[in-house]
């Protein structure tokens, strides 16, 4: 969740944001204050975010690289389900990696499955987008012992695409995340701008997974009663609707102004006694 926050409401901000700041936030959806800041510590450790005092505070930044995986990431996540076109040519990937760097092989598979690449075994891997070969160029680096070919081709005669492209994804898998998102999301009416923001927050939370799940198919190729359009609709009104109380809301925090985590919540309950 403290990926989300960063990505929604710190990388807009140029200048950082106060620590404390991040740790109301993350009490608003539910995190206590000690696990909050142990967070943010590792945070720090692992070279994510930079802090700088001032005096008896902290403000914390994200470090370049934080700014520019970010960056990266947000705009696949905004840009993910609008319509394209499809040319025909899939993008193949060939991987290989000395059986004796088990940890290489997996960094590396991860990275392919995040870029939305299907497995079709023996360390082929494809997607339909062949855009995405320049987000894998610094896998074959000098410094690395990974071997990637990449190739642009076109269905033949012989296989069956659609057997293809269900051994190569769990596409099952994937419209259920997508059910669960809109019965998550569809009936959800946040009232008080705390409320809105957490829910904005949720709402970002949950989408920002299926870039790196669906493979983004073309309409061609998708099965029956795919629920991705319904789901995209849904993220996009939502995240429309809520972006700017939930922004107004992140920047009462980091001025100060907003309530404790909680209290709007707790005032409506005590008044209808």
């Known amino acids: 969740m403290l990926l989300t926050l960063l990505g929604e409401y ?27 800041r142990q967070a943010l510590a590792r945070s720090v450790t692992a070279g994510w975010l930079l802090t700088e005092r001032h005096g008896r ?12 995986m970010l960056t990266v990431g947000a705009r696949r996540i905004y840009s993910f389900g609008e319509p394209w076109e499809w040319d025909g040519r899939w993008l193949l990937v060939a991987l290989r990696v000395p059986e004796n760097r088990r940890e290489v092989r997996h960094q590396v598979r991860s990275r392919l499955a995040w870029a939305g690449f299907g497995s079709l075994g023996g360390g082929l891997w494809l997607s339909p987008h062949v855009s995405r070969e320049s987000e894998l160029r610094d896998l074959s680096s000098n410094g690395s012992v990974a071997e990637v070919i990449s190739f642009h081709a076109e269905m033949g005669a012989l296989g069956d695409t ?9 596409l099952d898998g994937v419209a259920a995340g997508y059910h669960e998102f809109i019965a998550r999301f569809e009936p959800w009416a946040p009232g008080t701008p705390e409320e809105v923001f957490r829910a904005q927050t949720e709402l970002v939370h949950h989408w ?16 029956a009663g795919w629920p991705k359009d319904r789901a995209h609709d849904l993220f996009a009104e939502r995240h429309a609707r809520w972006h700017e109380p939930a922004q107004a809301y992140f920047r009462s925090l980091e001025a100060g102004e907003a309530d404790e985590p909680g209290a709007s919540s707790k005032s409506s309950r005590s008044a209808s006694k």
């Open 10 to 36: 710190v990388l807009p901000a140029p200048d950082g944001v106060w620590q404390e700041t991040l740790i109301r936030a993350l009490g608003t959806i539910g995190h206590k204050t000690q696990s909050a």
């Open 57 to 68: 505070r902290s403000r914390v930044h994200l470090t370049p690289d934080t700014a520019e």
């Open 162 to 170: 659609e057997r293809v492209v269900s051994e190569a994804w769990d």
């Open 208 to 223: 920002r997974k299926f870039p790196f799940l669906d493979p983004d198919l073309p309409v061609s190729m998708r099965p």
